[in-house]
């Protein structure tokens, strides 16, 4: 079976590097010159519109998915009339848009927080006074990585806040003061079968997951999966979903959704029975789903700007190094280490020693 991927970067060669065991080959449509994916399979090179080279990947393959979200509508409408593609474009819409997410989290009364849409200084203006200060205004597409987004903690905060985000239209979300940021990562069939990793505590550096720790039995889990499956079955979705919330006041707030593998579940190579990219690959081809149970106790530490000295990474046990093969740029995910220990007094001391390196980069 060939995989079309949109995108190129270190999801898809993840997607790669656990799809061939499984007898998958790949393609990645990426306009990127040194997209690291391509390592893996073959590659594309052209703009996400292109249309006669979206059309020689349709030709080429089974089905095809994606590797991020912001993929123009237009490409997913077009590729879907030559070949199979998940998840389906209504997901890739929602997702791609927070007053769409927002929107449907509401219609699904799964909490969020207060939201107004924002299309002028004027509507940002009548949002901060109704739902107050601390607020945090983000573009309603293309944000990532706490980029496109602002926090706004007085009135002179507000002022001219929409040029300076670019004028595009924004979200103003209420300040949540969350004790913790959570994650679930889910994967529903063809068929409807749905399963969960468990809950992960996810940590940021300057709006950049630094560290993710796979949770057991957390108070919250239940209520997370059934939060993630309203979303799974209204959008009647397909693969593997990420959905990332607040915890406050013993409750979860839905931040927002990820249509695709994500950063807070790499951890599940090896600390996962099956990891989010086997089973977003059994998804979207149609085969049975792998177990999601954990292996042990399970931490995941992103390398961010560089990858530290290899060679002492290495000689941590139970540390897995995965380096993406990327040019090293200040901001950039280059790489990350998975940890897997039979405890967590171990593995919080193997954090602290990955994060000892990380900090000697
Ligand atoms: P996002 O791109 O929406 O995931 O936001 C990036 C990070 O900004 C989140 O992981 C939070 O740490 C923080 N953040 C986003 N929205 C809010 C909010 N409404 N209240 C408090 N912190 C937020």
């Not at 006669?52 to 991020?68: C, K, N």
């Not at 959570?182 to 550096?205: C, I, K, Q, W």
């Not at 990858?307 to 897995?320: F, G, N, S």
Request: glycine letters at 8%.
């Amino acid at each position: 079976m060939k995989i079309g991927v949109i995108g190129g970067g270190q999801l898809g060669r993840m997607l790669a590097l656990a799809g061939t065991p499984l007898g998958m080959n790949f393609a990645f449509l990426d306009p990127a010159p040194d997209a690291c994916a391509q390592a893996l399979g073959e590659h594309i090179r052209a703009d996400y519109g292109d249309q006669d080279h979206l059309r020689q990947l349709a030709d080429e393959v089974d089905l095809v998915t994606f590797e991020f979200e912001s993929v123009p509508a237009e490409t997913v409408a077009f590729l879907s009339q030559f070949v199979p593609v998940y998840p389906c474009a209504e997901s890739l819409r929602i997702a791609r848009d927070r007053w769409f997410e927002k929107s449907m989290f509401k219609e699904l009364s799964i909490p969020t927080p207060a939201f107004a849409d924002i299309q002028s200084q004027a509507d940002l203006d009548a949002a901060a006074a109704s739902i107050g200060l601390p607020a945090v205004l983000k573009t309603r597409t293309l944000g990532y990585d706490g980029k496109g987004q602002k926090v706004l903690r007085a009135a002179s905060d507000v002022v001219d806040a929409f040029a300076e985000l670019g004028s595009v239209p924004c979200l103003l979300e209420g300040f949540v003061p969350f004790s913790g940021e959570v994650s679930l990562v889910a994967v529903r069939g063809r068929d409807g079968e749905t399963r969960f990793y468990p809950l992960v505590h996810n940590t940021h550096d300057s709006g950049i997951l630094s560290l993710s720790v796979a949770s057991s039995d957390h108070p919250l889990q239940a209520l997370a999966e059934d939060y993630a499956s309203r979303v799974l079955n209204k959008l009647n979705y397909v693969g593997v979903l990420a959905f990332e919330f607040f915890e406050v006041d013993g409750g979860l707030k839905a931040n927002e959704i990820a249509p695709r593998v994500h950063n807070s579940g790499h951890w599940t190579i090896e600390g996962a029975e099956c990891s989010q990219f086997e089973n977003h690959l059994r998804a979207v081809a149609g085969l049975p789903l792998g177990s999601t149970a954990k292996v042990g106790e399970s931490a995941m530490l992103n390398f961010i700007g560089e990858v530290p000295d290899v060679r002492k990474v290495m000689a941590i046990d139970d540390c897995h190094l995965h380096h993406y093969g990327k040019a090293f740029k200040v901001g950039r995910k280059v790489g990350h280490a998975t940890l897997r220990c039979a405890d967590r007094a171990t593995l919080d001391a193997k954090i602290a020693a990955v994060q000892a390196l990380i900090a000697q980069a």
